[in-house]
């Protein structure tokens, strides 16, 4: 399964996340939800760096399917919420149309 945790403030702002796992949907490199959980965090973090210009210090290892991300700058700039805003939409109707045996989405605070 992918866990994928977003951490928020007490106020509701975006703090970090981590995306940890593989769906175990179908074999690999023929598992369309993680490819589709992978496509909307890599495509969002490439917009917050690339679009955004947003801070973030991101970890990867892609032998155990782990994405950190931590933003530096607090709050984070209007479009960059945007684009949170949207992952988090794709990633429930993901977890919507799949199931949460193969993909879950939870919030923490921080």
Known sequence: MTRITIHKTKTGEYHSFICN?????????????CAAVSVLVINTLNSLEQITKEPLQIETDDNAG???CRFTNHPLKETSQVLMDSLVLGLSQIEK???????????EEV
């Not at 796992?21 to 939800?33: F, L, M, P, Q, T």
């Not at 149309?97 to 919030?107: A, P, V």
Request: hydrophobic share 30%.
């Open 97 to 107: 149309q799949y199931g949460q045996k193969h993909c879950k989405l939870t919030f």
């Open 21 to 33: 796992g593989h769906a175990g949907y179908a074999k690999r490199g023929e598992d369309i939800v």
């Open 66 to 68: 782990i994405i950190r």
